[in-house]
């Protein structure tokens, strides 16, 4: 099995989590083949990057979504894809796959949302691209979930799951106002997004239906009618029936001259029937 043979296999067999990862690494291999690479970073058009621009984002809608495939540079989408590996095979150890990719989507537009909002009341124009704020509510969900889980980490051994979890949002913190805020804005709204859906999930709301089903009517919707295979028709054909009318007629006239046969024999004879008389009669008696 050659390379491209193992990553099909592996996108085929790796459920959800491995397709995001897929999905976000194609979009970077599109970055490079279509995208100009300035100042150490892709300059990504404002209908897939998220703009905080009322007046791109409100005509732009799907951009909520579209920034959260895509990353400035190799590092960062290096760091971000070890990162959601990690974080989701810890989520799909109690999880459902409809339910990573529901919390991957809803996160990614809460985040974006937040970051739009809060550079909009700031008076500060920025866009963002990067999968770190759904990595961000993966991880939380999960720490919410389980935080007393022991992760074995390289070269530092077992720990408590909530330990990484609090240094990287401890981190986030720490570079709020240092370095990409709108990126940190979108982080901590993601971990929050992460945090409020197991909450609610624990209640009894799962949000990740409303993706679940907004994915089924668009897959239902472009879904060919299944085509009912060609069945034979096998037709009963009966031979066509006499009429009533037309049997009695036959049969009165075959009497009529049966009887007729037998009074001439018992008039005359049997002697003194025809050759044709004869054989008449003696088809009738068969």
């Keep these: ?6 990553l099909k296999l592996q996108y085929k067999l790796g459920g959800i989590a491995m397709r995001v990862i897929y999905w976000n690494i194609a979009c970077f291999l599109i970055s490079l083949a279509f995208f100009q690479y300035s100042g150490g970073s892709f300059v990504y ?3 897939l990057a998220l703009s905080s621009d009322p007046n791109v984002f409100m005509f732009k809608p799907w951009t909520f979504l579209t920034y959260a495939f895509f990353h400035a540079t190799f590092l960062h989408l290096l760091f971000n894809m070890m990162v959601l590996n990690f974080a989701s095979n810890l989520f799909m150890t109690f999880f459902t796959q409809k339910q990573y990719l529901g919390l991957y989507i809803l996160s990614a537009i809460f985040s974006g949302v937040v970051f739009s909002l809060s550079f909009y009341f700031l008076n500060v124009a ?30 530092i051994g077992n720990v408590k799951l909530w330990h990484i979890t609090a240094v990287i949002l ?33 209640n009894g709301t799962d949000l990740s239906i409303v993706i679940s089903k907004t994915l089924d009517f668009f897959t239902n919707l472009f879904r060919k009618s299944p085509t ?4 034979k028709v096998h037709k009963n054909y009966k031979k066509p029936t006499e009429k009533v009318t037309s049997r009695i007629v036959t049969k009165d006239k075959t009497q009529q001259q049966i009887d007729e046969i037998l009074d001439k024999i018992s008039q005359s004879g049997y002697d003194c029937l025809t050759k044709e008389e004869k054989e008449f009669l003696f088809k009738a008696g068969k």
Excluded: C, E
């Design 1 to 6: 099995m050659n390379i491209l043979d193992d």
């Design 45 to 47: 058009p404002n209908w």
């Design 126 to 155: 920025g866009s963002i691209v990067g999968a770190s704020a759904a990595i961000m509510a993966i991880l939380v969900a999960v720490t919410t979930y389980q935080p007393l889980m022991n992760v074995r980490l390289l070269l």
């Design 170 to 202: 401890v981190l986030d913190l720490m570079q709020f106002r240092l370095d990409n805020t709108g990126g940190h804005i979108s982080h901590l709204a993601g971990a929050f997004f992460g945090f409020i859906f197991i909450k609610l999930l624990q």
């Design 228 to 231: 009912t295979p060609f069945t």
